[in-house]
């Protein structure tokens, strides 16, 4: 199956939510993933290729790969429908190359904040994903939430993503996420992640397994 997470805002923290969950799926799942890193910036993969420098074991396959190259591997990803392949998208929308993506995938992440500007850049990428791929489901995920704001849009905001896919439960912000690495989350963001990923798991991934 594929797993996308997009947003288009800068910061929204698809990079990092892309490796906590490749390492909630392999460590705690025992599923067999590969990541797609097809972000600019490849901060997915530069950290795996750090990790792999310390001669550490990969748990997973990262690759570096562009939009212009996902049609070459779309054979190979639906040749094996049991495996997930997580794609950590560039955040832009003015890409024909995000087309063929968004066709092949079967769940979208989308983590945002409760600002206005998060609000405003993730309901287009969730709107232009739906019309694109009708089937897809949406996952809008509240990411890094600060106990102590009180965010006024919250209920406003939930009420209209919920009209295009699911709000899940928030994850808290940590200041240990700036630890995750491919090898390693941390006890207190595993603790954060926990409740969000294994709802994801059971409803949307599970079942495609």
Request: charged residues 20%.
């Amino acid at each position: 199956m594929v797993i996308i997470i997009g947003n288009q805002k800068g910061g929204a923290g698809k990079s990092t939510l892309t490796l906590l969950l490749a390492n909630y799926l392999t460590q705690t799942k025992d599923c067999k993933v590969t990541v797609l890193d097809m972000d600019y910036q490849q901060s997915i993969s530069q950290k795996f290729e750090k990790a792999k420098i310390l001669e550490n074991e990969e748990p997973y396959e990262i690759l570096a790969y562009s939009l212009q190259d996902f049609p070459e591997m779309e054979a190979t990803i639906k040749s094996s429908p049991k495996d997930i392949v997580l794609i950590d998208l560039p955040g832009k929308l003015d890409d024909d190359g995000l087309i063929r993506v968004f066709k092949a995938a079967d769940v979208a992440v989308c983590p945002f904040s409760y600002d206005e500007f998060s609000f405003e850049s993730t309901v287009p990428f969730a709107l232009v994903l739906k019309k694109i791929n009708p089937k897809v489901q949406v996952l809008f995920v509240p990411n890094r939430i600060k106990a102590n704001v009180r965010y006024e849009i919250k209920a406003e905001v939930n009420e209209q993503l919920g009209q295009i896919g699911i709000v899940t439960p928030a994850i808290a912000d940590r200041i240990d996420f700036q630890r995750v690495n491919t090898f390693l989350t941390p006890v207190t963001v595993q603790a954060a992640i926990v409740p969000v990923f294994g709802q994801i798991f059971t409803d949307h991934i599970q079942p495609y397994l």
